[in-house]
């Protein structure tokens, strides 16, 4: 019983600053949806990525997990494709520094001094791989949801251990693992049949 309490709690304690997903949405006039070569793409900016509650988190050291995704659905429900921008950003009060890691096949690391560089990075979104062609030329609908979850490295190495989870390199493993109903919902962005998309040229 006082292990189930402990774990419970835990629980509640790593979820309570989660943004709520309508707190962050995409403006209509930013989202731009176009096709290069063979892949559908995607330019958009989101808008208040971070939550005040977040960026005090951030300010006073705690490590936090950004998941950005993107799915394209049929109106009978069919998933087309799904596109995931999982990043971790950690913050060293003592040297002034944020450290945004990217966890990718080719994981990369930015660091900076500026927040605002931090949320530029997060929230202007450039050239996103959405799915392959072809599709069928019927409405298509893009969704997208979004987590972003501060926790403490203390917070974060109790739980793994009386949960018995392996990280395996990433933070947003772990995180995701734990408790996939706490994940906000997705939530519809925009309308569109691909023949009415736009076709760039490969620069």
């Not at 962050?24 to 808008?47: K, N």
């Not at 997990?65 to 971790?88: E, Y």
């Not at 693992?177 to 023949?195: G, K, M």
């Amino acid at each position: 019983m006082a292990r189930f309490f402990i774990i419970h709690t835990l629980t509640v304690c790593l979820f309570a600053n989660v943004q709520p997903a309508l707190a962050q949405h995409i403006p209509q006039d930013s989202l731009y949806i176009f096709v290069q070569s063979d892949t559908l793409r995607l330019d958009a900016t989101i808008d208040s990525l971070f939550s005040k509650r977040t960026i005090d988190a951030i300010e006073s050291g705690m490590t936090t997990s950004i998941a950005v995704q993107f799915r394209l659905r049929t109106g009978r429900g069919d998933n087309l494709g799904q596109s995931s921008l999982l990043r971790r950003l950690e913050h060293d009060i003592w040297e002034g520094q944020y450290r945004l890691i990217r966890q990718s096949a080719r994981p990369d690391t930015q660091i900076t001094s500026h927040f605002e560089d931090i949320r530029h990075a997060c929230s202007e979104l450039r050239g996103i791989a959405l799915a392959q062609l072809p599709f069928p030329d019927e409405p298509i609908t893009l969704q997208m949801r979004i987590d972003v979850n501060p926790i403490s490295p203390e917070q974060r190495e109790r739980t793994r251990q009386w949960l018995k989870i392996i990280e395996k390199g990433s933070f947003l493993e772990f995180f995701f693992s734990l408790d996939r109903s706490a994940s906000p919902e997705w939530v519809d962005l925009f309308r569109f049949r691909p023949s009415a998309l736009p076709h760039l040229l490969d620069e």
